[in-house]
């Protein structure tokens, strides 16, 4: 069922199936996919100090947690504690957190006491025991000591603390508590009623752990409005003058700003780019509504590619959603091309402007797609996703303009509006600028941009989270308060077994206790310092031994004695802290598992490793290398110094960038060779890419704004998209020559528009609030305006010199090499058919044997016009009249013939038009497309156009021999391929069927050696 529309149609069967197919494609694709919001992904692993920092911001217990800072107006810390337990008792209740507050932690302080005090014998080295324990040895620190016991006890806070007291009145225990403090994750802070109170006593800070990870954007967002209803609610029941405020930070804003900031920006850039592209359309087309259809490719073209891509990932970045415009804008450039061919004065067959277009920019689609796909080598996750959906959106948009769309509208009726549209009429005008002025100012530009085109890196992995101002100001008032934690540097240690991995915090202790003492270092906590492995602990427990010798015991007992009877105390009050001096028994403590989390240890189901992570402060003479290289020959281990990463980071993106641009670079040179075959074309054709990307790298350094991730696709911007602008325009000097042929003004508007579209599309990133889209488009839009001046004024004036008349300019030493001449302006294929042909086929030796001086020629099946232009070669005043079914060769062999020669379209038994009698008719390798009626009326007619001793010269094949020669057997494929038939005979036959018409002289001979190829004359003679 069709609907008319003019002299044209619309199949609306197909178009509503086209239509449903499409909707079930998003449908499907949308379900399939999930879309991820955790920009740090991206990170590859193939740098090991870059995939260290990826691993441990995956697996850090802290990376997840919420940081609330509750402060207020005045001091009174009782009033301030009050508002923070009902609000940790709120964040309990609302069952999004695992863990709130400290108090968790103050639950096993006691069991950190017990432990230490039971355990002394296995926590002191040699050096510690000399160093820290000695000098509370002597009478004087006894005394005082002593005295602090009694006040404890006669203190509210000494109830409970006599057995402690008893089992470590020295407070040796005080000496092992104290490391903890590596532990606390603000430095220099004091605790009240288990809170954390800043030095003003103004702030409480609280930690709270999700259930879910911070990267969850749904329970994220419950979180935030937990704490925006808890802020909301804060003040009601206070009536003092007394205000509180709460701040909070951590993954959960990012992650959030991230989803609204960047679909924000997806919705604004489809919806601009798809409203300025359309209002582009819409003045480019005399029939705008067929320029709008333009975009009816792209979009499915863009749906498919979405719907492939959830086959081949479970998930996709936001960012790479976010370019959803910007493909749109990618994948509308071949249907612009295509609908341009289309909308013409005349009547026009939707599958030969297809034909039409394909020949132009097919290299142009495969280089594009190419080149996205080289994205995958990146090593970067998001741009190998949006290579991907890039090079597939292309693929799939290229695909439906040549299959379905033909088919969904077979045939275009002639526009009324005669006149060009005005966009048209600029772009001609353009093309008439001749003045050399212009290339040599935009060729002088490009020199002085040159001195500021080094490629400059920004590693700031800030950038890569793009949050709101309010997160910015929350993260600026919390590092205000409590101090920066960013400079930490964060070390990860793995082992297979809990005893393996105490021997390594046991080993990195002692590294870290050389740091210290270097000034590397200026403090860090190690699970060793409370729970050391087998080994130290042993050494520690010798050491014990070791330092407690009974003259030491003796006269501890005698100075602690006199003390102890002054303050009260029993005799044997301390017997329990004298047993553990005389110790003998050896056993190690195990560390309790209920204290895992505390000591930042954790076993990780699905690996089966346990993990440990170390937080350490960096001191002046800090050296990460030098730290990583003494501890990764001792045992596995990752670490993140926030220097380290962004100088690893830096080398990375430059290696990257060079890496894609040497890739790509080489792959479309590569592509391109295969089409042109040409080394002069292939300069020409980098021109424009060159130039823009010189002026592109410079412009970036003089707006100050280095490369980045997204900078890496310029690459892939200007290198596989800005040479489509090169390749549409060589290939249109290439097949149409003269600047005057109207489709040639077609393909400059056609590159225009697609430029112009992709900048639109792009150009609406630059608006974008996301960093990376924001610096994504204005790479873009740069790299593809520099494409879009080069090659509308640098390349023209090369390819006049190329095209423009040359085929007049035949040169050579040789025959050969004069013939082949005249094919250097055509396309690759048949040039270098043009090339083997004569080089291969004994025709070309044989020929002048059989032609008697000809001045008039028939071609019938003339092909690209190779016999022609040898013959030409020796009979340059001769005038050939060709005719051939391909309109692509038919195209070609005018061009090489050029005024010697007039081809047209056409199908034997059909002649071409002569205007008057021939000497000369040739039927090349090409009787056997006829049939026997065909043949006779071939023949019949071919005799009817020559004159009186004309002369008809065949070539035919006789099919003779076994096995079939690889020649016949590629013919006999190309026939079948278009659903032809072959129709070979004998010999006889053919000479039987020449009688019947009325030839004499009929003669034949052998075409080379041994070859199936026979040579027959044949002569008109009339009375």
């Known amino acids: 069922m069709t609907k008319q529309v003019s002299s044209g149609s619309v199949n609306i069967k197909l178009l509503i199936l086209t239509l449903l197919v499409v909707s079930g494609l998003l449908t499907a694709a949308l379900k399939r996919i999930t879309i991820d919001f955790d920009i740090l992904k991206s990170l590859p692993d193939t740098n090991k100090v870059v995939a260290d920092a990826k691993y441990i911001f995956t697996h850090h217990p802290f990376q997840d947690r919420v940081i609330i800072d509750l402060s207020s107006s005045v001091v009174n810390l009782n009033h301030l504690v009050e508002k923070a337990k009902s609000l940790e008792k709120t964040l309990i209740e609302s069952g999004l957190f695992s863990e709130v507050g400290f108090k968790d932690r103050e639950k096993l302080v006691p069991v950190l006491i017990s432990h230490v005090t039971e355990n002394l014998p296995y926590l002191f080295s040699s050096e510690e025991l000399e160093n820290e324990v000695n000098p509370l040895l002597l009478p004087r620190n006894i005394e005082l000591q002593f005295q602090q016991i009694f006040q404890q006890l006669a203190g509210m806070e000494g109830m409970g603390q006599s057995e402690l007291i008893a089992a470590d009145p020295l407070s040796l225990r005080n000496l092992v508590l104290?490391?903890?403090?590596?532990?606390?994750?603000?430095?220099?802070?004091?605790?009240?009623?288990?809170?954390?109170?800043?030095?003003?006593?103004?702030?409480?800070?609280?930690?709270?752990?999700?259930?879910?990870?911070?990267?969850?954007?749904?329970?994220?967002?419950?979180?935030?409005?937990?704490?925006?209803?808890?802020?909301?609610?804060?003040?009601?029941?206070?009536?003092?003058?007394?205000?509180?405020?709460?701040?909070?930070?951590?993954?959960?804003?990012?992650?959030?700003?991230?989803?609204?900031?960047?679909?924000?920006?997806?919705?604004?850039?489809?919806?601009?780019?798809?409203?300025?592209?359309?209002?582009?359309?819409?003045?480019?087309?005399?029939?705008?509504?067929?320029?709008?259809?333009?975009?009816?490719?792209?979009?499915?073209?863009?749906?498919?590619?979405?719907?492939?891509?959830?086959?081949?990932?479970?998930?996709?970045?936001?960012?790479?959603?976010?370019?959803?415009?910007?493909?749109?804008?990618?994948?509308?450039?071949?249907?612009?091309?295509?609908?341009?061919?289309?909308?013409?004065?005349?009547?026009?067959?939707?599958?030969?402007?297809?034909?039409?277009?394909?020949?132009?920019?097919?290299?142009?689609?495969?280089?594009?797609?190419?080149?996205?796909?080289?994205?995958?080598?990146?090593?970067?996750s998001i741009l190998a996703q949006i290579g991907r959906f890039a090079a597939l959106g292309i693929a799939c948009s290229f695909i439906f303009v040549h299959t379905v769309f033909p088919k969904l509208i077979p045939v275009i009726p002639a526009a009324k509006k005669k006149t060009a549209p005005r966009l048209l009429q600029v772009v001609t005008g353009l093309s008439k600028i001749r003045h050399p002025a212009l290339p040599i100012a935009i060729a002088a530009f490009a020199v002085v941009m040159s001195f500021f085109a080094t490629p400059r890196f920004n590693v700031d992995l800030r950038?890569?989270?793009?949050?709101?101002?309010?997160?910015?100001?929350?993260?600026?008032?919390?590092?205000?308060?409590?101090g920066n934690i960013s400079t930490k540097i964060h070390l990860l240690i793995e082992a297979g077994s809990l005893p393996e991995l105490q021997l390594y915090s046991d080993l990195l202790s002692e590294e870290i206790t050389k740091a210290v003492q270097q000034n590397t270092l200026k403090e860090a906590f190690t699970p060793s310092a409370l729970y050391p492995g087998a080994k130290k602990a042993e050494s520690n427990f010798k050491a014990w031994r070791a330092f407690w010798t009974p003259e030491r015991i003796t006269a501890l007992k005698l100075n602690m004695n006199k003390q102890a009877q002054q303050l009260g105390f029993t005799a044997d009050a301390f017997q329990t802290f004298f047993n553990n001096l005389e110790t003998t028994t050896f056993k190690q403590p195990d560390i309790p598992r209920e204290l895992f989390q505390l000591l930042n240890i954790r076993f990780e189901m699905k690996e089966g490793k346990w993990l440990m992570f170390v937080t350490m402060t960096p001191g002046f003479l800090f050296d990460s290398q030098e730290l990583k290289q003494s501890l990764s020959d001792q045992f596995d281990m990752r670490l993140f110094d926030p220097d380290l990463f962004s100088a690893e980071l830096g080398q990375l993106l430059s290696y990257t960038f060079l890496k894609m641009l040497l890739i790509i670079g080489i792959a479309v040179v590569c592509l391109i060779f295969l089409f042109f075959l040409d080394w002069k074309l292939i300069l020409i054709s980098l021109i424009p890419v060159l130039f823009s990307m010189v002026c592109t790298i410079g412009t970036l350094n003089l707006?100050?704004?280095?490369?980045?991730?997204?900078?890496?696709?310029?690459?892939?911007?200007?290198?596989?998209?800005?040479?489509?602008?090169?390749?549409?325009?060589?290939?249109?000097?290439?097949?149409?020559?003269?600047?005057?042929?109207?489709?040639?003004?077609?393909?400059?508007?056609?590159?225009?528009?697609?430029?112009v579209s992709t900048i639109v599309g792009f150009g609406v990133l630059v608006s974008a609030d996301h960093y990376l889209l924001h610096s994504a488009g204005l790479v873009s839009l740069l790299g593809i305006g520099y494409a879009l001046i080069g090659a509308f004024f640098l390349l023209p004036p090369l390819l006049r010199w190329r095209f423009i008349n040359t085929h007049a300019v035949i040169k050579g030493k040789t025959r050969l090499q004069r013939t082949i001449s005249r094919f250097s302006q055509v396309e690759a294929f048949p040039r270098m058919f043009a090339r083997f042909k004569i080089k291969l086929d004994p025709m070309?030796?044989?020929?002048?044997?059989?032609?008697?001086?000809?001045?008039?020629?028939?071609?019938?099946?003339?092909?690209?016009?190779?016999?022609?232009?040898?013959?030409?070669?020796?009979?340059?005043?001769?005038?050939?009249?060709?005719?051939?079914?391909?309109?692509?060769?038919?195209?070609?062999a005018g061009k090489i013939l050029g005024k010697s020669g007039i081809v047209k379209q056409g199908f034997s038994p059909d002649i071409p038009e002569t205007d008057g009698q021939v000497d000369t008719a040739m039927m090349l390798d090409m009787l056997h497309y006829l049939d026997d009626n065909d043949l006779y009326r071939a023949f019949g007619n071919v005799y009817s156009i020559l004159g009186n001793e004309g002369k008809l010269i065949i070539r035919v094949t006789l099919p003779l021999k076994v096995p079939t020669p690889w020649y016949r057997r590629?013919?006999?494929?190309?026939?079948?391929?278009?659903?032809?038939?072959?129709?070979?005979?004998?010999?006889?036959?053919?000479?039987?069927?020449?009688?019947?018409?009325?030839?004499?002289?009929?003669?034949?001979?052998?075409?080379?050696?041994?070859?199936?190829?026979?040579?027959?004359?044949?002569?008109v003679k009339r009375k």
């Open 178 to 380: 104290k490391r903890l403090s590596g532990l606390n994750p603000v430095q220099g802070i004091d605790f009240y009623q288990g809170f954390p109170v800043s030095p003003n006593k103004r702030h409480i800070l609280i930690v709270a752990t999700p259930k879910e990870s911070g990267t969850n954007t749904a329970a994220s967002r419950e979180i935030k409005q937990l704490i925006d209803s808890i802020s909301q609610s804060l003040n009601k029941q206070t009536n003092d003058a007394n205000s509180f405020k709460i701040t909070s930070a951590g993954a959960y804003r990012a992650a959030l700003d991230n989803e609204t900031i960047v679909r924000r920006d997806t919705q604004r850039a489809i919806i601009f780019a798809t409203i300025g592209i359309s209002l582009l359309l819409l003045l480019s087309f005399p029939r705008p509504y067929i320029g709008i259809l333009s975009l009816v490719p792209a979009l499915v073209g863009t749906i498919a590619a979405f719907f492939i891509c959830s086959f081949l990932q479970s998930s996709v970045s936001i960012l790479a959603i976010g370019f959803g415009g910007a493909i749109i804008s990618i994948t509308v450039d071949h249907s612009i091309a295509y609908l341009l061919f289309i909308d013409r004065p005349e009547k026009v067959y939707v599958r030969k402007a297809a034909e039409e277009v394909r020949a132009i920019g097919l290299v142009a689609v495969l280089t594009t797609v190419g080149a996205f796909l080289m994205l995958n080598f990146s090593g970067f």
């Open 703 to 755: 707006l100050k704004h280095p490369l980045d991730i997204p900078g890496l696709m310029l690459a892939i911007i200007v290198v596989g998209m800005g040479i489509d602008y090169s390749l549409f325009m060589i290939r249109s000097y290439q097949r149409y020559g003269d600047e005057a042929h109207p489709f040639h003004s077609l393909v400059r508007m056609a590159i225009l528009l697609a430029a």
């Open 463 to 482: 950038q890569m989270n793009t949050v709101s101002q309010e997160t910015l100001d929350a993260e600026k008032s919390l590092m205000d308060t409590w």
């Open 844 to 892: 070309f030796k044989e020929i002048d044997k059989i032609l008697d001086n000809p001045s008039r020629v028939v071609d019938i099946g003339c092909g690209y016009g190779v016999p022609a232009a040898w013959i030409l070669d020796k009979y340059p005043y001769a005038k050939f009249f060709g005719l051939d079914p391909d309109p692509e060769r038919v195209r070609i």
């Open 970 to 1019: 590629i013919e006999s494929m190309q026939i079948k391929m278009r659903n032809g038939s072959c129709y070979y005979r004998p010999l006889g036959e053919i000479l039987h069927a020449l009688q019947e018409c009325g030839y004499t002289d009929i003669f034949h001979q052998p075409s080379g050696k041994d070859r199936e190829e026979i040579w027959i004359s044949a002569r």
